[in-house]
């Protein structure tokens, strides 16, 4: 079955201290794994995707698929990240619907 | 115009009443989604819609209808529906759904719905 997983409902850490989400995801294939963020009071919003490979507002994440995790990391997080962070995954075939994780809020406290 | 649309912000209504939510986007994208999001948790997938026509419909009760009446609007319509319907609706839009790979979902702020 599919799956994503995220073991915390909620994180909390100092501002300036690393920041780790933790994802992991359960699917016989090769899926797309995404992250979206939705701050306080504004709309949801993509902040990664593996294929992309980019670093946004200093987040990475890499799709580690022997371990099936694709964890969000930021060496120093900043009070503007305090936020609700989904990850979601894409299949193959013909339903290309995102299979959600419940969400983690992270909170930078000052 | 790289913005999804929705209107209103907020409806307060009875389980008697009929109304409609509204979702628009202009960015020439073929797909369009209705999500339930309720407190804290994650989006719910209601309705997919590929080039105007309806692809997914996740077993969602009759009293919820969507409508696609071109490629930039997306309406649900709602009649009798209970309080715990409440939650904020959410419309996102993509450049494809069926046909390619998984583009990035543009979401809206949402309707917050409060049924009485």
């Known amino acids: 079955a599919q799956r994503v997983t995220q073991p915390e409902k909620l994180l909390s850490v100092f501002k300036g201290a690393p920041v780790e989400l933790k994802c992991n995801y359960s699917y016989s294939g090769s899926p797309e794994l995404f992250w979206y963020v939705q701050y306080s009071r504004q709309r949801l919003q993509l902040l990664l995707r593996h294929i992309s490979r980019e670093s946004i507002k200093g987040f990475t994440a890499d799709l580690n698929k022997g371990e099936t995790s694709f964890h969000l990391k930021k060496p120093f997080a900043q009070e503007e990240d305090s936020a609700m962070y989904y990850c979601a995954l894409s299949g193959q075939g013909s339903n290309y619907q995102l299979i959600w994780g419940a969400g983690t809020k992270l909170i930078i406290k000052p | 115009d790289t913005e999804v649309t929705q209107t209103p912000k907020h409806l307060v209504m009875g389980m008697t009443n009929k109304k409609s939510l509204k979702c628009e986007q202009h960015m020439g994208h073929r797909a369009m989604y209705w999500y339930k999001q309720k407190a804290k948790k994650p989006p719910e997938l209601m309705f997919v819609?590929?080039?105007?026509?309806?692809?997914i419909n996740e077993s969602v009760p009759s009293r919820f209808s969507p409508e696609c009446p071109n490629s930039s609007l997306l309406n649900l319509h709602l009649h009798a529906l209970q309080p715990e319907d409440s939650a904020l609706y959410l419309c996102a839009s993509s450049q494809a759904f069926l046909r390619g790979p998984n583009y990035e979902q543009y979401f809206g702020p949402g309707t917050r719905l409060t049924v009485t």
């Open positions: 819609y590929s080039y105007e026509k309806l692809s």
